[in-house]
């Protein structure tokens, strides 16, 4: 079965940096898109990346754009979001997405001095 495994998660100041990672499994990694949203607390998740199959396609939540980068590696089944500049309205629960079906577990984002 379809496993999405995300890690990377933690508390940051604001101005910060994160990684996030999620690995896939069960599934022909390089030939679907992935996403990643979050949840904030009383809030509806949201979509803030996507990613093409190969890569070459991004999109962004506007209040993401030029401080996240979403990327994979097809070799590893993994993708990536790289957070920077952190602020404490990114503080949510972060989901790995596929095939419109599949959330990994999530991991938990918190920006905070």
């Known amino acids: 079965q379809v496993q999405l495994v995300e890690s990377g998660g933690g508390l940051v100041q604001p101005g910060g940096s994160l990684r996030l990672s999620c690995v896939a499994s069960?599934?022909?990694?390089?030939?679907?898109?992935m996403s990643w949203y979050r949840q904030a607390p009383g809030k509806e998740r949201e979509l803030v990346a996507s990613i093409s199959s190969t890569g070459i396609t991004t999109k962004y939540l506007d209040s993401a754009k030029d401080r996240f980068t979403i990327s994979r590696d097809n070799a590893k089944n993994t993708v990536y979001l790289q957070m920077n500049s952190l602020k404490s309205e990114d503080t949510a629960v972060y989901y790995c997405?596929?095939?419109?079906?599949?959330w990994g577990q999530g991991t938990q984002v918190t920006v905070s001095a």
């Open positions: 997405h596929t095939l419109g079906v599949y």
């Open positions: 069960g599934l022909t990694f390089s030939t679907y898109g």
